[in-house]
């Protein structure tokens, strides 16, 4: 999902979007998050859902709990400030229930500010809803599961379950009510004092995993971590953060994948960027750190406390489907505005041992490449070609393929461009950690150009619709490599940088990002020039690609 403002009559012209959860039922993927118009925690809040066959084609969002009105004259304990004309903002730690029967139900809770520096995570909200999500795609009716301590069912809009007469949305209720592990991630909305949970404590956004001897493992922010023997009703040890794990103030998701190890996904530095997987055989020792998305889009809406970067990552909890693809499947946001979603191919592939010799006649063979394909960027396979195109003026289309590290290589492909008076297209061979030694780009004037140090060095020209081959053939060594263009003489160039070995190869239609950094204020309270805007779309098409050592 793109946020757009422009789009006044849609829900996606709110800018501050968060949040996200995933379900899998019904043969679909089914994706829930808040939205306010412009920041964090200012209201009006709702709710909304999208939903997807496959994973990477979305319907338009539609919302499932809509703004709800604080009843005028209220005042929290301890607070002067008084609700009048006010609406509530939502808050929530988890998204979807599968209950016992089959049924699907979406969650989502009503929180209160009132004033400056206001918390609607103090205990002192309305409270949590909940709504059945049917297969031919409408929706049950809203009900409270569950009220904070200021409400019911006489001072609220929605009916209470139990007063539903729907036995199994009772039911499910009740499911859901008596399983710890749900409760706990309800902590810090709900009542300080609710005897449901387990553990009230200030630890946030949890979740949690089976170890193969019943256990669960929760996994809190911050990386905090404890083990429970009994489903989540008591913990071994006060959450404590795991070693290794570099984690700040953003949520971890934890999962057992269909090949019997375990996977986390989170933010691994002090920043909600980038969003990295780690991956364990036995749930307790991880063993590595790989790269999911390393992309910060620009920031087209500020707003308050919107933080770049993918951040909030959720999976499918234990419940609520697991995809017949058998791969792991995250959601998340990008700098609190558009919503994303990856797939994890399992086992999860850390290194290439065979050289490359692909083309696209099978849509399949796109699992093997690592694509950054947002709404105006898409990155697919269509007519036996993988296709990049590209319409937003702030971000890009990318492929990536990875391939044996070596330090000597040839690398042959061909490019159809769909137009030579706008868009660009860039070429990188980079080392096994992405840093780039050398480029190609096919600019916005037909000029085929190579980065030689601070400057471009023109070797060609192209056309509309005119397929190029290319072959380079590199020697980290020595950092010389040639280029040759359709069969001609090749063309002696230097690296623009030293790298000891090369392992993959990216097509990306704009220029590398290097905003934000460590350095970058933390809160942008301005909207970029033209956020609204989309671009003519310019189009490339890869026909094929081998690699192959020297």
Not at 65 to 81: A, I, L, Q
Request: aromatic content about 12%; glycine content about 8%; some cysteine.
């Amino acid at each position: 999902m793109r946020a757009n403002r422009a789009d006044i009559n849609s829900t996606t012209s709110w800018t501050y979007n968060h949040a996200p959860m995933l379900a899998y039922w019904n043969n679909s993927f089914y994706l829930e998050y808040l939205s306010n118009p412009i920041g964090e925690h200012i209201a009006p809040g709702q709710t909304l859902l999208q939903s997807s066959k496959d994973g990477y084609n979305w319907s338009e969002p539609v919302v499932i709990f809509p703004p709800y009105k604080v009843p005028d004259g209220f005042v929290k304990p301890g607070k002067t400030d008084t609700a009048k004309n006010n609406y509530a903002v939502m808050h929530q730690r988890f998204g979807f229930y599968t209950s016992k029967a089959g049924k699907l139900y979406a969650l989502a809770y009503y929180g209160i500010v009132l004033g400056q520096k206001d918390d609607p995570n103090d205990g002192n909200g309305i409270g949590r809803v909940i709504r059945e999500i049917k297969s031919d795609g409408t929706f049950g009716s809203i009900h409270f599961l569950r009220y904070n301590h200021a409400f019911n069912e006489s001072n609220t809009e929605y009916p209470f379950y139990k007063s539903s007469g729907e036995k199994e949305l009772i039911v499910a209720c009740e499911e859901i009510l008596n399983t710890p592990l749900l409760m706990m991630q309800t902590v810090e909305e709900a009542d300080r004092n609710d005897p449901l949970i387990p553990l009230q404590k200030d630890f946030k956004a949890f979740n949690y995993y089976r170890l193969n001897d019943g256990r669960v493992v929760g996994l809190w922010k911050y990386a905090l971590t404890s083990i429970s023997k009994d489903n989540g009703r008591t913990w071994q040890y006060n959450p404590t953060r795991a070693p290794g794990f570099v984690n700040a103030n953003a949520k971890i998701w934890g999962q057992r994948t269909s090949d019997k190890k375990y996977a986390t996904v989170y933010n691994p530095s002090e920043f909600r960027w980038p969003l990295a997987v780690s991956v364990s055989d036995d749930g307790l020792k991880y063993k590595n750190l790989l790269l999911i998305n390393g992309e910060i889009s620009s920031m087209r809406y500020g707003g308050a406390y919107k933080s770049y970067g993918p951040q909030y990552v959720r999976g499918i909890q234990e419940m609520d489907g697991k995809p017949p693809d058998g791969n792991m499947w995250v959601t998340y946001s990008m700098n609190k505005a558009d919503m994303w979603v990856s797939k994890i191919p399992v086992p999860v592939k850390e290194r290439e041992v065979r050289h490359i010799n692909e083309n696209f006649g099978n849509a399949s063979v796109l699992n093997n490449w690592n694509i950054y394909s947002p709404i105006w960027c898409r990155t697919e396979v269509a007519d036996n070609k993988l296709v990049l195109n590209d319409s937003d003026p702030f971000d890009y289309a990318k492929a990536e393929r990875v391939f044996p590290i070596v330090k000597r290589v040839a690398i042959e492909f061909s490019i159809t461009p769909k137009q030579s008076k706008n868009g660009i297209l860039e070429i990188e061979l980079t080392d096994a950690k992405g840093i780039p030694c050398l480029r190609i780009i096919l600019d916005s004037t037909g000029s085929i150009l190579t980065k030689q140090g601070y400057r471009n060095k023109s070797i060609g020209k192209y056309n509309t619709d005119e397929t190029i081959n290319f072959k380079i053939e590199l020697n980290t060594v020595t950092r010389f490599y040639t280029v040759s263009i359709n069969g001609g003489k090749p063309n002696n160039n230097l690296c623009f940088a030293p790298v000891v070995s090369v392992g993959r190869i990216l097509f990306r239609t704009g220029s590398t990002r290097r905003f934000p950094n460590a350095d970058t204020p933390t809160d942008q309270d301005y909207d970029l020039p033209g956020a609204d805007r989309r671009e003519k779309g310019a189009v490339f098409q890869i026909h094929y690609l081998k690699t192959k050592a020297l």
